[in-house]
Nanobody, 123 residues
Framework: VQLQASGGGLVQAGGSLRLSCVAS????????MAWFRQAPGKEREFVTG????????YYADFAKGRFTISRDNAKNTVYLRMNSLKPEDTAVYYC?????????????????WGQGTQVTVSS
């Protein structure tokens, strides 16, 4: 399994970004895809996840109402739309995948990781 994340960048507070994660290497119908982030000096934290089979989603509290995860089956791509960005959202964002029936928020659960994409939100 290979995951390729992209779409990060520099944005002003209140702005938006859309991250993409292209998955390849196998069929992902039985997988969960997730986004995590890691800010400097902090532990990696769960942002959101989606179950590929039925599109069900789960969000960390800080992401609810601002972030949206979605998938495009034809493109084997998962997106993270981030609106109303805040300086505290600054982090490296990683996509991850695991063959599990449930969206789990523990990073050690996930077997496959993308390389990360930097998101910087200026005040």
């Amino acid at each position: 399994v290979q995951l390729q994340a992209s779409g990060g960048g520099l944005v002003q507070a209140g702005g938006s970004l859309r991250l993409s994660c292209v998955a390849s290497g196998r069929t992902f119908s039985s997988y969960v895809m997730a986004w995590f982030r890691q800010a400097p000096g902090k532990e990696r934290e769960f942002v959101t996840g989606i179950r590929w089979s039925d599109g069900s989603t789960y969000y960390a509290d800080f992401a609810k109402g601002r972030f949206t995860i979605s998938r495009d089956n034809a493109k084997n791509t998962v997106y993270l739309r981030m609106n109303s960005l805040k300086p505290e959202d600054t982090a490296v964002y990683y996509c991850a995948a695991d063959r599990t029936p449930f969206v789990l928020s523990t990073d050690s659960t996930y077997d496959y990781w993308g390389q990360g994409t930097q998101v910087t939100v200026s005040s």
